[in-house]
């Protein structure tokens, strides 16, 4: 069985913008921005901050519906974020 990667966010280290797990964004980089890998949306990563045994999620501060990473909000045709951060 193919072990499934966990999931990532984007980090933004100076200028550039970083892909990191969300154990890293939440312990490493808890004051960074972050921002969703597929639409470019601003995110907060939820979970425990002080357990590395948690499962941490990502959820747009503000949802729309263009980005594939959230189901329960996403048409089905993808799109950059109407705040896209870059």
Sequence with gaps: M???KPPTCEVKI???WCA???DEAATRHVMA???CPAC???VMILGAYGS???RRTMSHRKSHT???LMPRTYSGTPS???QALT
Excluded: A
Aim: some cysteine; glycine content about 12%; overall charge positive.
């Design 2 to 4: 193919q072990k499934l």
């Design 14 to 16: 100076g200028d550039v």
């Design 20 to 22: 990191v797990s969300l």
């Design 33 to 35: 921005t972050k921002r």
């Design 40 to 42: 470019y949306g601003q």
């Design 52 to 54: 590395p045994t948690v």
């Design 66 to 68: 263009g980005c594939s």
């Design 80 to 82: 950059p974020h109407p």
